[in-house]
Structures are given as C-alpha cells and as structure tokens.
C-alpha cells in the first residue's frame, strides 16, 4: 500500500529572483528525495488560494517575510513542513522562524533528520487515508465464549469504542460473522487449498498436512470475504474466545494477507491494536507486532496464566517483563522477523490442528507502543529484548525477556495488557507521530 501525503509548496511574494531560483532548487531535492512519501502540488504565492486537496503546507524555504504575516499564519488549519536544507531536513538558520510560528498557535514540523522527514510525511497520508480506511472483525458474540472470566472485560469488544475510533480517525469498522466464514472454509477442497498454497514455502515443524491445509482453507475464506467488501485495509478475528468456529486459528491466514496483500491483523479482534499498529506500521515501516506483556511485578497473577513456576532469575527484576501470546513471542509477518517457524498450537482453548507463530525480533532495542482507550494518549516505552527464553509444557514455550528502565512507572501507567512491541529504537519517530495525530505522550 503506497500512501503519500499531498503537499502545498508556498512561496513568499517577498522573495528576490535568486531567492526564487534557490527555492526551485530545493523543491526540486525534496521532490528527489521524498517522492516516495508525498505528492508535491503546483506551487502558490503566501496569501493565494491553495489546492483544496493539501494535506499540509509545505516551505522549502524560509526568508524575513515569514515574520510578517501573522493574520495568514494563524488562519491556516494545516499542519506545515519545513524542509529548508539541501540535505533534506531543516536549516538550523530556520529555527527561530519555526519557533515564531509554533507560537503563533501552528502545527510545524521541522526534520532534522531524512528518516524523521520521511515518517513525519508518511504520518500524514495515514491521517488522512484513516478517513476512509475500512476494518474487517469477524466475530459473533464476543467475551461469551471461551474464558469468559477474561474476555468480558475488553474495551475493544464495547460499542462505545468502535463508535469512538470511527468518529476519531473517519474510518469504519464492518462487522462479520466468525461461525460462518468458518463454515465456508471447511467446504473448500483439499486441491483447492493445496493450489492456493503451492508458493508459499512456510517453514513449519511438526505440522500435518491436513492441518496446514485447513489453515489455508481459512485464508482463502477470508480473503473472499475481504474481495467481496472491497477496500478493506485490515482484518481480525475473535479467534481465541470464540475459537470452537473454527478448525484453526488465523495464524497463517495473517501472514499471507500481509505479506501479499499489506492487510493489517487484530489478534483476537483486537480492535484498538489494529489501529495502533495500522498508524505505527504504516507511519514508521519498522517491524511491529503485539504481544501480551507480563512485568515482573505483577508476580504469580502472570505465572499461573502462563503455568509457569517462576521468572528468569536476573539481575533488576522490576525493571523486567516477559513477553508471550498463544505459546511464543506472538504473532509477526514473517518478513519481520529473525525467526519464523509454524508450529503446532499451544493454548488448551483453541482446537487441535491450530497453527501457533513461533518468531523472534532481532535482540537489541525494542519500543513499546499503544494508543491508549479513548483514543486521545499514546504510550511509548523505551525497551530492549534481552533474550528469549523456555519454559517446555507451559503455554510460554518461547518468550522475549524485555527490559524497559522503570518498572514501577510502568506499572502505573500500562493501558493493556496487549503492548505493541517496535523492533528498533522509534522513540523520536513516535514524537512526531504522535504530534500528526494530536495525541498526548506518555513516555515510560
């Protein structure tokens, strides 16, 4: 999926011809450089009517004059990019004009890096693209089903959330029934599936033959579902509660959507991490996935879920947290992995020729992200993935030991226990993400 954000590009009627040559110049760069990330529009005069399709204003060049058009300035509802160096990013002679229109009440941003740019860029035209984005949940009677105890007490599954997420960022959640794509994918032919998956070249470890079919049997039901919607840019199931529809999990129909198709996923219908990763993704293009996230300090409530005895013994163990979702790390693209192995199911609730996803990230440093319910938050926490480690027979056969620096603030302040795990150091980026949507941070 090739989103740009729409540029204005505007020029001071103040500027001299070499000034006007210059400016050229530098649009010419930026249209080089980030082309990839934005459609640049036909340039306009400070003060002439802009193309109504703009998703920001943008100034390759800053002069005197911007410090004498308040009343412009203040009447724009746009957000504007400074791309003023010949480097791709901000001229630090520019800074004290950004800061003159910052206070002027203006959503500026000014890059001091390519790869900012590019995400402050690509931030944009998810913004906007989210105004039309559709969302397909198959799902019938969400937290009655398996673990019920649990289930029932997730925002994502409550009106009030999808009604709060579509008036927040413009796009629509269709609801379809779990039970009956189930059913359309056990009436498809073993050839059938057979001939859909004959590239897919998945490495597997004790997988059947019969259950990997069914697993393919699934995609080819859902993906006739998202055909027959049309323009569906992200796609869950309930698949854990509500797991006794079907002969498997979605595991590998996730993969394939996104690795042929760009489909975002939702883990268990999870509809607020569809979005979070949907904007983080997209905005970023760094591996994200979403795991269940256990702290350290949270102590036997997390073990006995995950049946197992103890923690890792470390050094720092407040400062610690185990990550796992049905059995391993959770559920990645293989693309975005280090690791990538199907193996057979781990979890008691879901049925017997269920596929888990066991992947690791590189180690090394990891963010944690998530918007927060009410869509107005975004939490960002700066982690490393220490390790991986085993606990044979539980249901954490392989997790990521995670390190974030304050384990209590942590602790306080965690909107889910489903966290967004970034491969990389995206702290800075996040920032800027965060500025393009309006959220507040909270930064652990």
């Known amino acids: 999926m090739n989103m740009k954000a729409t540029l204005q590009p505007v020029i001071f009627a ?31 005069e400070l003060g002439q009517p802009m193309d109504p399709s703009a998703d920001a204003i943008l100034f390759p060049q800053l002069i005197f004059a911007a410090f004498r058009h308040d009343d412009w300035m203040k009447a724009q509802t746009l957000p504007m990019v400074v791309i003023t160096s010949r480097f791709g990013t901000v001229e630090m002679w520019d800074w004290e004009i950004v800061t003159y229109i910052r206070d002027l009440g203006l959503t500026v941003f000014a890059p001091y890096t390519e790869n900012l740019a590019k995400t402050i860029l690509r931030a944009i035209a998810v913004k906007t693209k989210l105004k039309t984005a559709r969302f397909l949940i198959f799902q019938d009677s969400p937290g009655e089903g398996m673990q019920a105890y649990i ?16 008036q927040t960022f413009g796009c629509k959640l269709i609801y379809r029934s779990y039970r009956a794509v189930c059913e359309k994918a056990k009436a498809i032919s073993d ?66 959507l ?10 268990e219908g999870d509809t607020l991490s569809m979005i979070s990763a949907y904007i983080l993704y997209h905005s970023l293009k760094m591996p994200v996935m979403m795991t269940n996230l256990y702290p350290f300090l949270v102590g036997m409530a997390a073990l006995a879920h995950e049946k197992i005895q103890k ?28 690791c990538w192995t199907a193996r057979p199911k781990v979890l008691e609730i879901v049925q017997p020729d269920s596929c888990a ?10 963010t944690l992200a998530k918007i927060y319910p009410g869509f107005e938050k975004l939490s960002v926490i700066g982690a490393e993935i220490e390790d991986y480690v085993e606990y044979p027979g539980s249901d954490c056969r392989r997790g990521a030991l995670i390190r974030y620096d304050n384990g209590h603030q942590v602790m306080d302040n965690l909107c889910s226990h ?9 702290k800075p980026e ?15």
């Open 14 to 44: 103040e500027t001299n011809e070499r000034e006007r040559q210059e400016y050229q110049e530098q649009l010419a760069r930026i249209q080089e450089m980030y082309g990839g990330e934005a459609k640049i529009l036909p340039t306009v």
């Open 151 to 166: 289930f029932k007490k997730f925002y994502w599954w409550e009106k009030q959330s999808t009604e709060k997420i579509e």
């Open 191 to 256: 050839d059938e599936a057979r001939a859909v998956a004959a590239d897919w070249n998945l490495p597997m470890e004790d997988v059947p033959e019969s259950a990997f079919l069914k697993n393919v049997k699934s995609y080819i039901a859902i993906k006739r579902e998202i055909a027959e919607i049309g323009g569906v840019d992200g796609v869950g199931a309930n698949c854990l509660n509500e797991s006794f529809h079907s002969d498997v999990t979605p595991c590998l129909a996730w993969n394939m």
């Open 258 to 267: 996104f690795e042929r198709d760009g489909l975002i996923w939702a883990c």
């Open 311 to 338: 923690f890792p013994e470390i050094e720092d163990p407040d400062c610690h947290a185990l990550g796992v979702h049905c059995g391993y790390f959770g559920f990645a693209p293989r693309s975005f992995c280090s």
């Open 357 to 366: 996803v066991d992947c690791c990230f590189p180690k090394g440093k990891a």
């Open 418 to 426: 489903h966290s967004l795990v970034i491969s990389g150091d995206a």
């Open 430 to 444: 996040l920032h800027q993400i965060a500025r393009v949507f309006g959220f507040r941070e909270v930064v652990l």
